[in-house]
């Protein structure tokens, strides 16, 4: 008899020691691999991240945060960018040069000359719920300059990459 109660006990504090790792993983953390080149630069075709998905429940993306959110166009599918254009601000790519508001964006992977505006060859202002988002690698990146991306609602970014956890020689922080 003590040893079905220490059997049982075992099993309920094995069980929730379950149950609270399977939350954690589903409301707090995702696991997602790069696939490509457009994040070259700062990630790499085939790297294991960690998305952390609690902290945009309490404020809201920033600039620059490389963000996960789902590919419309195919189920099961995410991508990572980073984030460009903010809510309420105007996106325009005029002569190879991002602009944010009119102004030049002070961003270490604008040097390159974008060779496809696409959406942006004219000037977008974002609602209040969008973000404008790119690849770090801009001229080989689908991002919200692509009519199949476009800008990305808020409610569809699932978090912030935050881990590369794989491979082990550039595991680390993500910025």
Do not use: C, W
Not at 61 to 68: K, M, N, S, Y
Not at 106 to 134: C, K, Q
Request: charged share 25%.
């Amino acid at each position: 008899m003590r040893t079905a109660k220490k059997v049982v006990g075992y099993s309920i504090y094995i069980l929730i020691i379950l149950v609270l790792a399977l939350a954690v993983k589903i409301l707090v953390f995702q696991r997602t691999v790069v696939e490509g080149a457009s994040m070259e630069g700062t990630l790499h075709d085939g790297d294991s991240l960690l998305v952390e998905k609690l902290s945009y429940r309490f404020s809201d993306p920033e600039r620059f945060d490389i963000v996960v959110f789902p590919y419309s166009g195919e189920k099961g599918v995410y991508f990572v960018k980073r984030i460009i254009g903010l809510p309420g601000e105007t996106v325009e790519i005029r002569e190879g040069v991002l602009l944010i508001d009119s102004k030049v964006l002070p961003y270490r992977y604008n040097r390159d000359r974008i060779m496809n505006a696409g959406l942006v060859s004219t000037e977008i202002t974002l609602h209040d719920n969008e973000y404008f988002v790119m690849g770090d690698n801009v001229n080989d990146s689908v991002d919200s300059r692509s009519p199949e991306v476009g800008n990305v609602d808020r409610d569809f970014i699932i978090g912030k990459v935050f881990l590369r956890v794989s491979p082990f020689d550039r595991f680390g922080l993500v910025k």
